[in-house]
């Protein structure tokens, strides 16, 4: 049986929703992440800075966008070293600039991705999934990568039957 490993960032707090503004006790790419772990089986490895992001989402978004720029790569709380016991890996976050939150990036280019299979997840508020699989494709190098899969954020709670069906179609 193939094991599966989901990789996440998700902020919680001040999000954008749905043309305005809520907090969110728990991030919607967080509950994407546990729906997919329900649907087919897995870990999952929360991607979590050292250095936090501005509370204000407006700020969040501009310090995103100035890491976009830079290509800049986060220190993390904690890293994976090793994902060789895993065959699939969903890479889930919200859709920053078009695509992941740098730090992903900072997790994923530390590993080796030879015959895994990696599918892009994105929560986002209307640009899908941005060119988050293009990101993955120029990281994930030796990976096959399977269908990638959008959330609308505000939808995230209420995303588990398509979250489920979609993640199963990928295993």
């Known amino acids: 049986m193939a094991k599966n490993l989901i990789i996440y960032y998700s902020r919680k707090g001040e999000n954008y929703w ?17 729906y997919i772990q329900k649907a087919v089986g897995g870990d999952l490895f929360e991607v979590e800075t050292v250095r936090e992001y501005s509370a204000s989402y407006m700020t969040c978004i501009e310090e995103a966008k100035d890491e976009l720029r830079q290509k800049a790569r986060p220190e993390l709380k904690r890293y994976l070293d090793d994902i060789s016991d895993y065959d ?3 890479v889930c976050g919200p859709c920053w600039w078009g695509t992941f939150p740098m730090a992903i ?26 060119g988050s699989e293009r990101s993955l494709k ?27 069906a979609w993640a199963k179609n990928q295993v």
Not at 21 to 33: H, S
Request: proline share 0%; net charge neutral.
């Open 88 to 90: 699939n890996v969903f």
């Open 18 to 34: 749905n043309g305005g503004f809520k907090d969110l006790k728990k991030g919607n790419t967080e509950i994407v992440a546990e």
């Open 138 to 164: 120029e990281i994930c190098k030796g990976a096959s990568f399977g269908k990638g899969f959008s959330v609308a954020g505000h939808d995230a709670a209420r995303s588990e039957t398509q979250v489920a």
């Open 105 to 130: 990036f900072t997790q994923l280019e530390k590993l080796d991705w030879s015959g895994k299979k990696v599918m892009a997840v994105m929560t986002h508020e209307g640009s899908g999934l941005g």
